[in-house]
């Protein structure tokens, strides 16, 4: 068979006879060429590294594709207004695990197994939470922080510490951090969060909502959350705190300057 010139061999040809050794060498090397580019252009396509991770954690048992929820329609949002340069992924918090090997995953960019110090240092993770997933989203952050990878920003809404975490300690690897909370609940997230190293990140700010006067809607939420613990919900419910957190994350991570320069 000739193709722009060239010959190729029919597949019947190559295993049962009919074609010339000279054909058949000729063959091989065109294939070879066309093999060698594809496989290039793979290659280059695998390479890109993204250029930023965000990373979202449910509150208690909620799954991670839960849409009444504000922490996915977040990340629906930023996924729309950065859909070629961002890697948005959502996890119950006790998945904590599958998301930090995600993220290793994302970062390693030419698929070694093993992340290089640059590919580490070019990370731009920003990782939010709330209720449990705030205190996952600390934990994730110190864990990254164990391999030393730098964390853009972590954000906790009404953070729940889980056993064996440490939800008011910011690891130094983080940049910028910050907390919403509200104490009309029995059920209400920490109050204040401090960094481990002051030089290395910077506390935006401890934000508390209230809703005593100004209660949120939480419609599509079970029963007994509106009952037990509607405060709790109202803030995972509340516009004016996921705004705020939209433009947190969009803020540092579209900032052309360093982490450190960027906060001033």
Known sequence: MQVGGRYFPSLKQVFFGGISRMQFSCAKRASAVVCLGACVFAGAARAAQPDAIVVGFLGGFVGHTNSIHEEVQLARKLREAFP????????????????????????????????????????????????????????????????????????????????????????????????????????????????????????????????????????????????LMKPHIEIESDPAVWNRVEDLIRSKLTATASPRQAGG
Do not use: M
């Not at 940049?175 to 919403?180: L, P, S």
């Open 84 to 227: 070629a340069d961002l890697e948005v992924r959502t996890f119950e918090n006790h998945h904590g695990q599958a998301a930090l090997e995600e993220v290793l995953r994302l970062l390693d960019s030419n698929h070694d197994g093993s992340l290089s110090a640059a590919e580490k240092s070019a990370a731009r993770i920003a990782i939010y939470g709330h209720s449990w997933g705030a205190s996952e989203t600390v934990n994730l952050a110190r864990e990254l922080g164990e391999q030393q990878i730098p964390v853009l920003l972590t954000v906790q809404v009404d953070s729940v510490q889980k056993r064996g975490e440490n939800d008011a300690s910011i690891p130094a690897n983080v940049a910028f951090a910050a907390n919403f909370f509200q104490l009309d609940g029995l059920l209400h997230g920490r109050a204040k969060i401090h960094a481990e190293d002051a030089s290395r990140t910077q506390i935006l700010g401890n934000f508390q909502s209230g809703y005593k006067t100004a209660p949120v809607n939480c419609a599509g939420y079970p029963w007994y959350a509106r009952l």
